[in-house]
């Protein structure tokens, strides 16, 4: 099972609680755990659609979550429209991707600024996988 990052420890890497950020750890932890994946280097990630803050503060959350790293070379971003990440065992080969929710997609449009951004990331850290993600 994938190690749970605290919401300080995000924090503290990141700088700032958003939910983002915290959907990067819980997509993370899902994909290591649905993988059984060794974190840091028997993952690798690629990245769609978190292009530009605040989304692309996802890849902060899925850094710490699964230890792929831009430095060691196994997390990747690459443009798109809509954020999902592919997640590889490199042992195994077992693949998969994982998206937003149309739900969420819609109430992340709707947060008006900082403090209701982090009120609905405190409030997401503790949801299940299945309200939040679409799996494949």
């Known amino acids: 099972m994938a190690k749970t990052i605290s919401l300080q420890r995000a924090v503290d890497f ?13 997509m993370g932890k899902l994909a290591v755990n649905e ?24 890849i902060d959350g899925l850094q710490l979550s699964t230890g792929c790293t831009y430095g060691k070379g196994n997390i990747q971003k690459i443009k798109g429209n809509s954020i999902q990440a592919l997640f590889y065992n490199l042992e195994n080969k077992k693949k998969i ?10 109430k992340l449009n709707n947060l008006k600024g900082h403090k209701d951004s982090e009120i609905f ?16």
């Open 35 to 58: 993988l059984g994946a060794k974190r840091h280097f028997g993952l690798k990630v690629i990245v769609k659609g978190a292009n530009e803050k605040p989304k692309s503060c996802l």
């Open 97 to 106: 991707r994982i998206s937003l929710n149309k739900d969420l997609i819609g």
């Open 14 to 26: 990141h700088g700032h609680l958003g939910p983002y950020l915290v959907l990067g750890l819980l």
């Open 121 to 136: 990331a405190k409030k997401i850290f503790h949801q299940e996988p299945a309200g939040l993600f679409k799996k494949e």
